[in-house]
């Protein structure tokens, strides 16, 4: 049973910091991107960032270049999303989620569909 579990949340006012932690366990061995989405009130989960099981590819979304990044611990099982800068927009919950580093992923790291596992979510609150 594969379990993601993210930490590291909480309100903060913008311009400050926050570092988010996704901790995985029951994983099989195998390599596993690993990204982050969000999803404020009454909107659609949105991709973020995201990293490939080495860690050196990472990706990010226009709106957070230059203020998050991302970063993980595979002796840990760890993925990490440094938020720098925040803004009242980055206001969401935000998820961690895992799926298979193949092409596919690569193609469509963007979308929801190549991930199999899913985090319950962290609440990140900017305040103004």
């Known amino acids: 049973q594969v379990h993601l579990a993210e930490s590291g949340g909480g309100v903060v006012q913008s311009g400050g910091s926050l570092r988010l932690s996704c901790a995985a366990s029951?994983?099989?061995?195998?390599?596993?991107?690993t990204a982050w989405f969000r999803h404020g009130a009454g909107l659609n989960r949105v991709f973020v960032s995201g990293i490939t099981w080495s860690g050196r590819s990472t990706f990010y979304v226009d709106s957070v270049k230059g203020r998050f990044t991302i970063s993980r611990d595979n002796a840990e099982n760890k993925v990490y999303l440094q938020m720098d800068s925040l803004k009242p927009e980055d206001t969401a919950v935000y998820l961690c989620?895992?799926?298979?580093?193949?092409?596919?992923?690569?193609?469509?790291?963007?979308?929801?569909?190549?991930?199999?596992?899913w985090g319950q979510g962290t609440q990140v609150t900017v305040s103004s």
């Open positions: 989620a895992e799926g298979r580093e193949t092409s596919d992923w690569y193609s469509y790291y963007r979308q929801r569909n190549p991930y199999e596992y």
């Open positions: 029951g994983r099989p061995v195998s390599r596993y991107a």
